[in-house]
């Protein structure tokens, strides 16, 4: 079971989910247009984009909350 993760701003546009010291999620982009990054994500798969950090967020979180 996941013990917890923690959330890291890097800079403007760069935001890291992190989890036992190793990056699982990357957002990246910028108002309007942000994108999220699994990472073991393939070039040829579909990205999630969204407008928003917090709908990043929410989508992140209920792929990693739920019981």
Not at 28 to 36: L, Q, V
């Given at each position: 079971?996941?013990?917890?993760?923690?959330?890291v701003?890097?800079?403007?546009?760069?935001w890291?989910v992190?989890q036992?010291?190793?990056?699982i999620?990357?957002?990246?982009?910028?108002?309007?247009?942000?994108?999220?990054?699994?990472?073991?994500?393939?070039?040829d798969?579909?990205?999630q984009?969204?407008k928003?950090?917090?709908a990043c967020?929410?989508?992140?979180c209920?792929n990693?909350m739920?019981?």
């Amino acid at each position: 079971m996941m013990q917890g993760f923690q959330i890291v701003h890097r800079n403007y546009g760069h935001w890291d989910v992190i989890q036992n010291y190793k990056r699982i999620y990357r957002i990246r982009g910028a108002s309007g247009a942000y994108f999220i990054l699994p990472e073991n994500f393939k070039q040829d798969e579909p990205r999630q984009n969204l407008k928003t950090v917090s709908a990043c967020m929410s989508w992140i979180c209920d792929n990693l909350m739920y019981e």
